[in-house]
């Protein structure tokens, strides 16, 4: 079968066959960019919230003691880690708008799945692919931790420090709560977010359009990122150690909660921060995923 030429619509059967013979003709590179430029506002934007969230994290304390530990390391180290997050993210909106957009329409229009299933798979799918990344939220965890920072002082060095010391295996310490965090919570936002899209009003007004979207995207952001909350502490918890045995995601979530004594409310330690960011950013995001993609498309 000839290659089609931008004139030629392709019937059904030659178009199941066109996708076959060429896997990556579904996936659009716009889609790819908009998620690319999306990430790059948002993480430059939200990320001295996000290491507060972290500390939190990792030590279970106020937000307030959180704010201070980092006022009191000054100026210099507030950014000190965002290359990685900045790398990883830019990256993982792209494949995550992308891989899902280019997953999402021959499930539907080929394969003739129902279509919130397909965009359950393909979140799933998109979240999958985007775990590749998972080194550079490795690299941004001991960046933030203040317990390294005399080991090294930037992302390249501590990439090597990893690399030579602890072997490429170490990069993926706290795989498993990452591929239980990525498929499901990207599948609830593409369902959430299409339905908000569908439901809500369209503007004609281009300031209350983006205001719609901030909130919608808002909204969305802060209920899934409290419904997974307790895996990024897992992930947070196991990334913070450098060597040694590769302990279970099990084992590791009882420790933390029997260490916070058996109280859900501190596991959760961090959640009124956490929803603040999230709010903000995935508001930002999908504000500029929409601008974007109204100036490419």
Known sequence: MSKPTPDEPLKASDERIYLVQNPFAAFDSREFACGWGAAFVNITC???????????MLHGVKASSAFEELRHEGISFLYRGMF???????????????????????????????????????????????????????????????????????????????????????????????????????????????????????????????????????LIGSFISTIFYPLNVVKVYMQSTIGGPFVNFVPVFVHIYRERGCKWRNVYKGISINCTRAFFSWGIMNTAYEQIKKIIY
Do not use: C
């Open 46 to 56: 939200t990320y001295p919230i996000h290491k507060i969230i972290f500390r939190q």
């Open 84 to 218: 990685p997050p900045l790398a990883q993210k830019t990256l993982s909106l792209s494949l995550m708008f992308g891989v899902y957009e280019g997953t999402r329409k021959p499930l539907v229009e080929q394969l003739h799945v129902n279509p919130y299933a397909a965009k359950v798979w393909a979140g799933i799918i998109a979240g999958t692919v985007e775990t590749g990344l998972m080194p550079f939220e490795r690299i941004q965890t001991l960046l933030a931790d203040s317990a390294y920072h005399s080991n090294f002082k930037n992302t390249p060095q501590a990439f090597k420090y990893v690399l030579m010391g602890y072997g490429f295996r170490e990069l993926y310490r706290g795989l498993l709560p990452i591929l239980f965090r990525n498929g499901p919570s990207n599948s609830m936002f593409f369902v959430l977010r299409e339905e908000a899209n569908t439901r809500l009003p369209h503007r004609d007004n281009p300031v209350y359009q983006s205001i719609q979207e901030f909130i919608a995207g808002a």
